[in-house]
T-cell receptor, first 114, second 111 residues
Framework: DAGITQSPRHKVTETGTPVTLRCHQTENHRYMYWYRQDPGHGLRLIHYSYGVKDTDKGEVSDGYSVSRSKTEDFLLTLESATSSQTSVYFC?????????????FGSGTQLSVL | EDQVTQSPEALRLQEGESSSLNCSYTVSGLRGLFWYRQDPGKGPEFLFTLYSAGEEKEKERLKATLTKKESFLHITAPKPEDSATYLCAVQASGGYQKVTFGTGTKLQVIP
């Protein structure tokens, strides 16, 4: 299994509170991604990183911010959580974007915003 | 806009009963098509990458094929441990981060 750890695994929070999810990798992969998975939707990219302090937006980035201060850690922050952000969040990593674009996923964080 | 449609949404098979899952896609230049397996409560696990029409890849009881409009995941003589949700995704040639996922086919194999 790829060395990806997501924390927490489960979180319940209230609307309007800030929430930070953490992704830690031991693979030294350059690329890291945050996805959300909701019923009726495929996995959707929130933000991604292509190196330390290098990040960019995905297709559903509104309401989310990210930071990557070390190769191994990628943080996803919900500045002010809303009920629409209730979802399962997956971190993924990839070694490159060339011939080996496959993604390795963490086990996910189930977030409930009440 | 890139789109991936998977069918059926759910499939129930008897152990040993072979079948196929479908992934139809539209993309502005295909860089790669991916198949993943996802077990309940876990993240997707990579199975295959296909790059061009006519390509086939196999792994145990699974075989993935690709045409210009769709991909099939053939499951031969499935076992209960093959029960999972199978996800299809496409990567467009325009941007490496733009991977579009389908909603998956939930497969249940009954002993």
């Amino acid at each position: 299994d790829a060395g990806i750890t997501q924390s927490p695994r489960h979180k319940v929070t209230e609307t309007g509170t800030p929430v930070t999810l953490r992704c830690h990798q031991t693979e030294n992969h350059r690329y890291m991604y945050w996805y959300r998975q909701d019923p009726g939707h495929g996995l959707r990219l929130i933000h991604y990183s292509y190196g330390v302090k290098d990040t960019d937006k995905g297709e559903v980035s509104d309401g989310y911010s990210v930071s990557r201060s070390k190769t191994e850690d990628f943080l996803l922050t919900l500045e002010s959580a809303t009920s629409s952000q209730t979802s399962v969040y997956f971190c993924a990593i990839s070694e490159s974007t060339g011939a080996n674009e496959k993604l390795f996923f963490g086990s996910g964080t189930q977030l409930s915003v009440l | 806009e890139d789109q991936v449609t998977q069918s059926p949404e759910a499939l129930r098979l008897q152990e040993g009963e072979s079948s196929s899952l479908n992934c139809s896609y539209t993309v502005s230049g295909l860089r790669g098509l991916f198949w993943y397996r996802q077990d309940p409560g876990k993240g997707p696990e990579f199975l295959f990458t296909l790059y061009s029409a006519g390509e086939e890849k196999e792994k145990e009881r699974l075989k993935a094929t690709l045409t210009k409009k769709e991909s099939f995941l053939h499951i031969t003589a499935p076992k209960p441990e093959d029960s999972a949700t199978y996800l299809c995704a496409v990567q467009a040639s325009g941007g490496y981060q733009k991977v579009t996922f389908g909603t998956g086919t939930k497969l249940q194999v009954i002993p």
